[in-house]
């Protein structure tokens, strides 16, 4: 284990070369250079615990890990007794350094359990939100699924009423196709039975400003049917030539023709 720089947020490893003080900080060498500029008039302070530095050994620049020959004579010919006290010093200064680290490791794992149990106070509230979202969610799947079968069930309910429309329809429409063609063979029938029959139909427009007493009535009759008679006048009106009106009919689509009545 190596101890660490103690100034703010530092922290990095001391393992070669350390600036140390007597009131048991260490720092690594940048900001031992920067905070230990000592001059005739400044008095140094401890940037870790604010501690006045007045004499030139309350701040050092130590070896950490000294050579055999440094180590063989640094204390060579001092008594035991101040040999001890100087380790017993260093040991002091090693042991204040392990308990601020230790105290420093405690208080980050504090604050890793609060940070854990507030993060797992917060888990435990979005898992209820969570399952409380998915128990709605379930019943909005259920609720969806009963609808969805419900639907199906009315569309194959109108799929079985349009097939049966559609075949009463394939019906009506077959016995209406049977209607007319029974309908043509018996209009055949009549027309081959009946070929002088007369069909009646409204001239009032062609006579329409005829006097009373000058009224003719007309009868179409069939273009087959060849009358002797072209043409008709009354006693105050001149001639009405049917022949005309039958030529200029004859350039339309009617089916009929004109000639006065006999009757
Ligand atoms: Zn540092
Ligand atoms: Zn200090």
Redesign the pocket.
Known sequence: MDIVC?FKKCRRALSNHAWV?T???AFCVEHGKSEFKRNAENSLN?P????ELRDKFDVIQADLKPGEIFRSIVLAGMRPDTIMDIAMRAMSFWSYQVEQETLYQESMAKHAREKLQCMEEINTLNLQKLKAELETCKRKISSMQTEFNNKRKQAEDLTARLEEKSRKLQKLTFQLEAQKRKDIRVGNFEAVSKPNQETCMDISDLVGQRAASEAFVFRPVLETHESPVNAICSPKTPMFDFCKINKKRQNQPSHFKFRPNKS
Do not use: I, M, V, Y
């Open positions: 103690n003080t009131c048991s900080h401890c870790a615990c604010g501690t």
